[in-house]
């Protein structure tokens, strides 16, 4: 999320307070909201909405390297989930996910892109996107 200062640019731009994006960044909040669905989870002001999901970042060769969430609930339904992380000054704060197993923006936008790890436990929300160059471009720079 672009950000400056206390109120993020994105901050601004949501409350009618000057056009702060630019049209890439613009593109960008437009596939975040659509065809990305990525507000499907990353909402509101921190852009988080505290819950647990898997996006399969935990699953490798086949099997689970973490429990994740099932370890502290014992809920089937969150084998491998993690908490929704804020996207705040998300550009600053690589590498990316619970294992750090990402490096940059871009590397993040091809996971979902590509529909994240598929595995038995997969959120619904989770899915391929198949964003083209230009997509991914505006998505990276908006975040
Ligand atoms: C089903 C819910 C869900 C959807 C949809 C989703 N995310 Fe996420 N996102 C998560 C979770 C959960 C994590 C943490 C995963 C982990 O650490 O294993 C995460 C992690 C991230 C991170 C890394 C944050 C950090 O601090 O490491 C970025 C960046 C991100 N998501 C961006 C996106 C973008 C862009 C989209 C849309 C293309 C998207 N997310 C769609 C749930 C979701």
Redesign the pocket.
């Known amino acids: 999320m672009p950000a400056a200062g206390g109120e993020s640019r994105f901050g601004r731009y949501a409350a009618g307070r000057g056009a702060s994006l630019n049209a890439l960044e613009k593109a960008g909040l437009q596939l975040?909201r659509g065809k990305?669905?990525?507000n499907?989870?990353?909402i509101g002001p921190n852009f988080t909405d505290q819950q647990f999901?898997n996006?399969g970042?935990?699953w490798r060769d086949g099997r689970l390297a973490d429990e994740g969430r099932f370890a502290v609930s014992g809920n089937p339904r969150d084998h491998s989930a993690?908490?929704?992380?804020t996207?705040r000054e998300?550009a600053r704060?690589a590498p990316?996910?619970?294992d750090g197993g990402l490096a940059t923006?871009e590397d993040?936008?091809e996971f979902?892109s590509e529909g994240g790890h598929p595995n038995p436990n997969l959120?619904p929300?989770?899915r391929p996107?198949h964003f083209t160059a230009e997509e991914k471009r505006g998505?990276a720079a908006f975040?």
Do not use: N, Q, S, W
């Open positions: 975040f990305g669905g990525c499907a989870c990353h999901h996006t970042v935990a993690f908490k929704t992380p996207l998300i704060t990316y996910m619970h923006l993040v936008v979902y959120d929300e989770i996107r998505l975040l």
